[in-house]
Every structure is written in C-alpha cells, then in structure tokens.
C-alpha cells in the first residue's frame, strides 16, 4: 500500500468502518511511513478537537429567548394533524 | 442505523414517544424536542450561515416548520435527522440570500487534486488544545472551519460534531454515501493541515504565531 492508497482509507479507517484486511495492510503502512502515521495521528486530534470544543454553544440568555419564541411561533401556527388522519408520505420536510 | 449513539443521543424509543405525542397535539412534548435539539440546531446554523442573527432565525424557521410538518415526518428516521435536513435547508436559504451572488450549494464538490494531499506534515504537540486558552481555541476553530466550503464544512460538522452516522449525514443532505465520504476526507484534511501551524511541535512546544 502506498500513501495515496493510504489516504483514501484514511477516514473509513478512523471511523472504525474497514475490513480485517485491508485494516492490516494500513497498519502495516503506518509501522514504516511516518508522514502518514503524523497525518493520520493529527487528523484523528482534529476530530477530537472539534468534537470537544465549544464553538458556537448557545448562550443561556439566547437559548431561553429562542425557546420562548419558537413555543409562541408553534402556538400561533396550526396544530399538527394527527399521524392517525394523514395517508404515509416520504420523510421529506 | 438507529445502533449509532449520536452526541445528542436519547433513546430513540423515548424520542418517538415525544414526538407520537406532538403529533397528537401535545405541545408540552415538542417543546421537550426543541429543549433536546436547540443546542444542535444552533450549532449547525451557525456552521453553515456563519452568521448569529442568520442562525436564530434558522433555530426558530426550523422548529416551526418541524412543528408544522410532524405529519409528514413518517418515522423512518430518527426525528432528529429529519429535523437536521429541515435546519440544513433553512441554512443554506439564509446563506444564499445573504450571499447572492455565490453559488451556494450542498452538491457543490470543488475537487483539485491537492486538497486532499497534505502538506504540512509536521507533528502536533501532545495536547494542542492546551497551547491556547478557551476562547482563543474557540477563535481559532471557528476562523478555521470557515475557511472551508460549505458543503464540507457541514458534512465534517454532522459527522464529526454532531455525530451523526454516515447514512444519516446522507440523508439529512440528500447527498450519496461515496460523496459524504469523500467530502468527508477533504474536511478532515484540509482542517488538519491549516491546523498544524498553529499546534505544531515547533520553539519548544509554543505552538503560537
């Protein structure tokens, strides 16, 4: 396997989503290339990053507003119609 | 694909019990899904819009259209992925209007053949985060997430911040498995390169410009 090769995989890889085997051959990669040990090492820290950063949380004050407004939108707008009356229909908005 | 712990995670069970009870009528019980989603629902307007005010509007368009729908919400998917791909819509309405003249799209895939290939390759000090404090972190993520197109930028976000599968980052977007995969890849890449010069082993661990 060569680093393009390597690359590719990279993200079923991280995910945990990849067959024994080729899992094996991306180890195996990783044991003599260190470039793309570094690459995929720092990749799987910018996941984790991001996924524990705060960036854009709700401020408290805001999210009370936004939740007030919402409730009165939904008040003032028609009543959903019971699942029971409605015909299915595809999950599309 | 309703095995995938998600971030926001409920027992799916409990969830459609709430969201049974809205459809009936209960609007005690769907302001229990905008209190267990608002957060989410926020985070993802602001990814995409880039933008507060944009981004209030989207939380409140999103649920009150949510609201308006629950009949048509079928229930072969989570509530909150079809709640994501209402939010997702309204996102980039907002984002299109602001931005008239660019093309704005889910679908748009600028591909070169180097955003994929890294270029930095240095290493990172062992814990990057903590070479900043909170709100210049959170500076720094936000100014480099931007930089991104918007179509990756909201697949890296509903994957790898919401935690949302795959499968439903596909549907919430209406987009193929290969291309939430490969948009996947180049967000995870390109992040993880414009980062190095900021967490790289360099002077001593002083990862700052």
């Known amino acids: ?93 | 694909m309703t095995d995938i712990q998600t971030k926001v995670g409920e027992p799916v069970s409990d969830e459609m019990a709430l969201v049974h009870a809205a459809k009936a009528g209960s609007l005690q019980a769907f302001e229990e899904l905008v209190r267990r989603y608002d957060r989410n629902v926020f985070r993802i307007a602001q990814h995409i819009t880039q933008n507060r005010e944009d981004a209030e509007d989207v939380v409140q368009d999103a649920f009150l259209k949510a609201y308006q729908n629950l009949a048509n919400f079928q229930e072969n998917s989570k509530f909150y992925t079809w709640l994501v791909r209402i939010a997702v819509n309204e996102a980039l309405m907002k984002l299109r209007r602001r931005r008239p003249g660019q093309m704005v799209s889910i679908d748009e895939d600028i591909q070169t053949e180097e955003d994929s290939v890294p270029r930095d390759v240095a290493d990172w000090a062992p814990n990057p985060g903590q070479l900043f404090d909170q709100a210049e972190l959170r500076d720094l993520l936000q100014k480099t997430i931007q930089g991104l197109p918007a179509s990756f930028r909201t697949v890296f976000v509903l994957r790898d911040v919401e935690g949302l599968s795959t499968e439903e980052t596909a549907a919430a977007l209406g987009l193929s498995i290969p291309a939430v995969k490969s948009r996947l890849l180049r967000a995870r890449l390109q992040l993880r390169d414009r980062l190095t010069k900021y967490f790289k082993v360099k002077n001593s661990g002083d990862g700052k410009r």
């Open chain 1, 1 to 93: 396997m060569n680093c393009k090769e390597f690359l590719k995989e990279l993200t079923d890889y991280l995910d945990g989503v990849i067959d024994a085997r080729t899992k094996s051959e991306l180890e195996d990669h990783l044991t003599w290339c260190h470039d793309c040990y570094v690459v995929c090492n720092t990749t799987k820290m910018t996941i984790e990053i991001y996924r524990d950063s705060e960036v854009y949380e709700l401020p408290t004050d805001l999210r009370s507003r936004l939740q007030s407004a919402i409730m009165t939108k939904c008040k003032d707008s028609k009543k959903p119609a019971a699942a029971t009356d409605q015909p299915p229909s595809k999950d599309t908005p």
